[in-house]
């Protein structure tokens, strides 16, 4: 299996991928201690994140997995 890409500006990640309703993302930004996703795709029914939102994730609490990891890994 390929390693995972690298996260950079523009890149399509599924955040979250064993949570209940699927959210969908872009990175906006990659520094040294955050990565920052704007949300392109929420699956109905979830009630805390909107298609458009601005997320800032701290790099320690991000895992960056192959698209075969994740349920739903259908990111084109």
């Known amino acids: 299996m390929a390693p995972p890409k690298a996260l950079l500006p523009g890149t399509k990640v599924q955040l979250w991928p064993k949570d209940t309703y699927y959210k969908y993302g872009v990175v906006v930004t990659v ?6 996703f704007k949300i ?9 994140y909107c298609e458009g939102d601005i997320v800032k994730i701290p790099r320690s609490m ?14 084109d």
């Open 31 to 36: 520094d040294r201690q955050h990565v920052t």
């Open 62 to 75: 991000l895992h960056v997995c192959s698209r075969f990891d994740v349920r739903g890994s259908s990111f």
């Open 40 to 48: 392109t795709m929420v699956e109905p029914g979830e009630k805390h």
